[in-house]
Structures are given as structure tokens and as C-alpha cells.
């Protein structure tokens, strides 16, 4: 019997962010490949998201990170809404809300494997 993929909450593909209005609100959603805390950032941390078609940098202001700090430090795959800001030819999304989706991965490595055997 097939199991059904998940499916991801919508998001904007990476590969389209350069078509969004600065200061436009997006969700996009990908692993997370790099956490960033510099020291002198003031306590704003710095995610690098992936999806298939490539990356999108978002910014996490402090206050912003103290409500959704379980997400943004265990976080493997993350849904971020915020609004597009684009800075020396860079474009980041200015998180407004985060939610883990990671349970969604173990539902796609579940699905992906074939049936036990039935022992006994």
C-alpha cells in the first residue's frame, strides 16, 4: 500500500524571492544549513534556509528569537513568515513567525520506507 507524502505548509520557493516587492510579507520554509550568532549582532541571529530550488537568509531579531528559541535552536526544517528586505544586493526575509515543521522529514523518511515484515 502506498502512504501518501506529506505535504509542507505553502511557501514561496526560494528561487521566486527575487521577484518580491521589498517589504512584502512571504512565508518560506527549508532546512536549516547555517545558524549565525555573531557576538556583535546584538543578539540577532542570522538562518540560512534551503529548499530544492536554493537558499534564503532570514533575520531573527532578539525579541523575536526569546519566543521562538526552541524552533530556531533544534529547528531542521522551519517555516518563516516575514517580510522581504533587500540590503547591498542581498535579500533576507525579516522573520515575524517561525514554526518547526521538522516532524514533516520524519513523515517523508517514514513514507519512504518499505513495510516491515510481520514476524511472529
Do not use: C, K
Not at 18 to 42: D, F, K, M, N, S
Not at 53 to 60: H, L, M, R, S, Y
Not at 64 to 78: D, K, Q, S, T
Amino acid at each position: 500500500m502506498m502512504h501518501p507524502l506529506p505535504r509542507p505548509p505553502s511557501a514561496l520557493i526560494a528561487a521566486r524571492l527575487p521577484e518580491v516587492p521589498p517589504g512584502r510579507r512571504v512565508a518560506v520554509a527549508g532546512l536549516v544549513i547555517l545558524r549565525q550568532r555573531p557576538g556583535t549582532a546584538r543578539g540577532v541571529v542570522f538562518l540560512t534556509l534551503e529548499d530544492e530550488t536554493g537558499v534564503v537568509n532570514v533575520i531573527v531579531w532578539r525579541t523575536l528569537f526569546e519566543r521562538y528559541r526552541r524552533a530556531v535552536i533544534a529547528g531542521r526544517l522551519l517555516r518563516v513568515t516575514g517580510r522581504v528586505e533587500r540590503q547591498a544586493g542581498v535579500i533576507h526575509v525579516v522573520a515575524e513567525e517561525i514554526e518547526d515543521i521538522s516532524p514533516l522529514l520524519d513523515r517523508l523518511a517514514d513514507a519512504a520506507l518499505p513495510p516491515r515484515a510481520q514476524t511472529g
